[in-house]
């Protein structure tokens, strides 16, 4: 009965969704007072039926209702509670209902925060908000509905894949999502201001805390993602390139784009186009991730079953939304203003330096993702692009893009003067530079990427300083100075900072880690990184839904013993499948990794063992960290709290610009 | 600088970056693409000798030894027409079974074995790599093309 309930809830929250599509536009258009008000209710309804739908789909996997079909393949009666729950979304109906939901919800978000936009406006993004649902509930609703009966109902569940089943998992698609389907809040009001032809600061000014939002989900998402792969998949690596991956990371580099090109449509007034065309084109690359990721068109890890009849309607879908958008926009954009006028030296054409090379950089993915498709499509054979490809094209695109930033924030709106934004920063430089040539000899390795990477780094440290320095010393009280500072100023230095940290995880763990995969016998002893390992021995033992080997390692260095740790090599009972789990000892400065891999067959008992020394890892994800928390305190700024119908006025006076002009003018 | 100018100057940076992109993801491109044989292909000799390149197909069941160091593995990939052995040194996925689906990334040396420098297994158990299924159906078409071949040209073949 709970499985027909949802799916009944589906079905009405479809027909919302097309009513919500189509009578608030509509309304806005003929300016109808009763077709825009008609949407928050709507809104409330359709949230509320998608909250039933997923209730429903999350009580039949705790009550292990193996009559429903999606259950049956991805739960069991032995999988503890929790996994019960995220197996909601461990595979494809689930997730796309996941997907809805979180759509349901942003929809409800912007109905709630809107109140201070204008009437019209709100209609428009609600409904096309609603448009994209009634594409996402056709979808599930025709090929993919997470109730379908499975008659007669199975004994027991085929379980949830074991590398799902981990904390890190039960976090890391919701956050993704939320960061996906966020941008679709971006395209929205980007879409609504094609429709009503208003693009301007104010239309800037609505869409950038929304977009940062979605940019900081989708910054811890695949920063969860990366985590779970290190230490999950047990070879501890942190990012493959896989086609899923680049999936999110597509959306993630236009979007990233996108915030700072709102910034400049805010502050300045110019670059709308541009900016209307990243919203969409984030958008759609986040539509074309679930195309990646649902049709099993790729070769990936994350590939699901294929099912010919998704694809083709998840890129008709793509096609529609592209397709729609684009004409759109062709059609409405040249009625809208290029905007303000800024000289070939100044903060406009830095941010614009900064987002072509995001866009440069998110097609070269984007190519690299597709390539082996269209060549197969083709019939020229089946080929694939590793990491090789990728660091290739992106090391020298990162190269000019930091240094850039570096620069960005010191320059001025409009205008700067080249000479003397260099002596600003040519210490900052220097000392960036002598770092980078010598810390690496204080390391242990001089190498031309090791020098790099910390010359990038201390770059951006070095900048960060000259910034704050000259927004903080100065006449006046310090500390009203520093309170004087807008917070979005203080989130954006911090998530640069947060690029800084995770340069130079990157560039230590690359540059110094030590990858041991050795055979070990009980009593063995591996040296890594200054450490020793040692395998103390090999016990069974049995867990909820599996057994497992598990490993006893001390660790010491210079004789004195530092830590122990406790590899697993599981076998799960229902699937039969046998999983790694990684034991890790985190540090501020290194990781030490040990991986099981199988026993070795002979006389003496002896395993297939993986030890790793990764100094600095966990730099790579405290600095995701870093550029979300930055997102999160802009997203704090006072102005965007103003509930005030008021325009701004889009000249020299915006706060960050008179700073900026009063600090840089001595 | 008049506006005209400037325009121009933006025109020609615009094309300048963009050549330079192009030219690098084209030079990425030429060196790093991997291609993709089923081991029929292999055996024909239609691989590239000396480059690497992908094969996938199964395990082939019996085929997995292991040298005295315990870390290197030999084993054969079939796509139940034709198999190629394969030599990996190091840890192999949880995933790698005898009769299991399985990628590998390496080069094939004079003596007909692939020296992997990766083997790929996927994470769900029931789940076929791409290139294997693709290797499998292709080797079932040379296998039935075998069958229906044989006692028509056996008379006059030897």
């Known amino acids: ?666 | 600088m008049k506006p005209r100018q400037k325009k121009f100057m933006y025109i020609l940076a615009a094309v300048a970056l963009l050549g330079m992109a192009v030219g690098l993801v084209l030079y990425a491109l030429k060196d790093n693409v991997s291609l993709y044989f089923t081991p029929t292909q292999v055996h024909n000799g239609e691989a590239p000798q000396g480059r690497s390149f992908r094969i996938g197909g199964l395990v082939q069941e019996g085929s997995v030894t292991r040298a005295t160091d315990g870390l290197t593995a030999h084993f054969e990939i079939t796509d139940t027409h034709r198999s190629i052995p394969v030599v990996y040194q190091g840890i192999l996925p949880d995933l790698f079974k005898e009769g299991k689906g399985v990628v590998a990334h390496g080069k094939v040396e004079a003596d007909g074995v692939m020296h992997a420098d990766e083997v790929l297994a996927k994470h769900d158990e029931n789940y076929m790599p791409p290139e294997a299924a693709d290797a499998m159906k292709k080797a079932q078409e040379a296998n039935a093309a075998e069958a229906t071949s044989k006692p028509a040209a056996a008379p006059t073949a030897k």
């Open chain 1, 1 to 666: 009965m709970i499985p027909e309930l949802g799916h009944f809830a589906l079905i009405v929250a479809l027909f919302i969704a097309l009513m919500l599509g189509v009578l608030p536009i509509l309304g806005a258009a003929r300016n109808n007072p009763v077709f825009m008000g008609i949407a928050r209710p709507l809104v409330y309804a359709q949230f509320l039926l998608l909250a039933t739908a997923f209730a429903c789909l999350t009580y039949v996997f705790l009550v292990n209702d193996f009559s429903v079909l999606y259950v049956s393949q991805h739960s069991n009666s032995q999988l503890p509670h929790i996994y019960r729950v995220a197996a909601v979304w461990g595979g494809h109906e689930g997730s796309l209902l996941l997907w809805a939901f979180i759509l349901s919800g942003w929809t409800l978000a912007v109905a709630l925060y809107s109140k201070h936009l204008p009437e019209e406006m709100v209609a428009r993004v609600l409904g096309v908000m609603g448009l994209v649902a009634v594409g996402f509930l056709l979808f599930m609703l025709f090929t993919s509905n997470p109730f379908d009966r499975l008659i007669p109902a199975a004994a027991d569940g085929r379980d949830l894949n074991p590398l799902l089943q981990d904390p890190g998992l039960v976090i890391h698609p919701p956050m993704l999502y939320m960061g996906y389907v966020g941008f679709s809040v971006a395209f929205a009001f980007a879409i609504s201001a094609l429709l009503g032809g208003q693009l301007d600061a104010t239309w800037a000014r609505w869409s950038r805390p929304w977009t940062t939002v979605a940019w900081v989900f989708l910054t811890v998402g695949i920063a969860l993602g990366s985590w779970w792969a290190y230490y999950e998949l047990g070879w501890g690596g942190w990012w493959y390139w896989d086609p899923v991956e680049n999936a999110s990371f597509m959306p993630w580099l236009l979007g990233t784009a996108l915030i700072h090109s709102l910034a400049v449509t805010e502050k300045r007034g110019a670059f709308t186009s541009w900016t209307v065309l990243l919203a969409i084109a984030a958008f759609s690359l986040s539509l074309l991730g679930t195309f990646l990721v649902r049709s099993g068109v790729l070769t990936s890890v994350h590939a699901f079953a294929t099912d010919p009849k998704r694809g083709i309607f998840i890129l008709g879908f793509l096609v529609t939304v592209i397709g729609s958008s684009l004409l759109l926009f062709a059609w409405r954009a040249p009625k809208i203003g290029l905007g303000g006028k800024f000289d070939i030296l100044s903060r406009e054409s830095l941010l614009l330096s900064n987002n072509v090379l995001f866009s440069v950089a998110a097609a070269s993915v984007f190519i690299g993702t597709l390539y082996p498709l269209f060549m197969d499509a083709l019939g020229f054979g089946k080929l694939s692009v590793g990491p090789p490809y990728f660091n290739a094209v992106f090391v020298p695109l990162m190269v000019p893009m930091i240094l850039l930033m570096g620069l960005g924030p010191l320059a001025r709106w409009k205008k700067f003067d080249a000479p003397d934004l260099a002596k600003r920063v040519r210490w900052a430089f220097a000392s960036a530079v002598v770092i980078a040539l010598l810390l690496p000899f204080v390391l242990g390795k001089w190498t031309p990427l090791i020098a790099l990477g910390l010359l990038l780094a201390f770059w951006i440290i070095a900048s960060l300083f000259i910034g704050l320095r000259q927004r903080l010393a100065g006449r006046g009280g310090f500390m009203r100075r520093v309170r004087g500072q807008t917070l979005s100023y203080y989130g954006m230095q911090l998530a640069h900072f947060g690029v800084a940290v995770f340069i130079i995880g990157v560039t230590m763990v690359k540059g110094y880690e030590t990858e041991r995969d050795v055979r070990m016998e009980i009593g063995d002893t591996v040296k890594a990184g200054g450490y020793e390992f040692r395998l103390e021995g090999v016990s069974e033992t049995t867990g909820p839904n599996y057994v497992a080997a598990r490993g006893h390692f001390l660790i010491s260095k210079d004789g004195k013993p530092t830590t122990e740790l406790f590899p697993e090599k599981r076998q799960y009972n229902a699937s039969g499948m046998p999983m790694t789990e990684a034991a890790i000892d985190t540090g501020l400065i290194r990781d030490l990794y040990v991986s099981m891999g199988e026993q070795i067959p002979g006389e003496v008992e002896a395993w297939a063992v993986r030890v790793y020394h990764k100094p600095f890892v966990d730099w790579i994800w405290a600095g995701c960290l870093f550029m979300a928390l930055g997102g999160l305190l802009a997203i704090g700024d006072r102005r965007y709290r103003l509930k005030s119908k008021k325009t701004i006025q889009v000249n020299d006076g915006s706060p960050t610009a008179a700073g900026i002009t009063a600090a840089g003018g001595k």
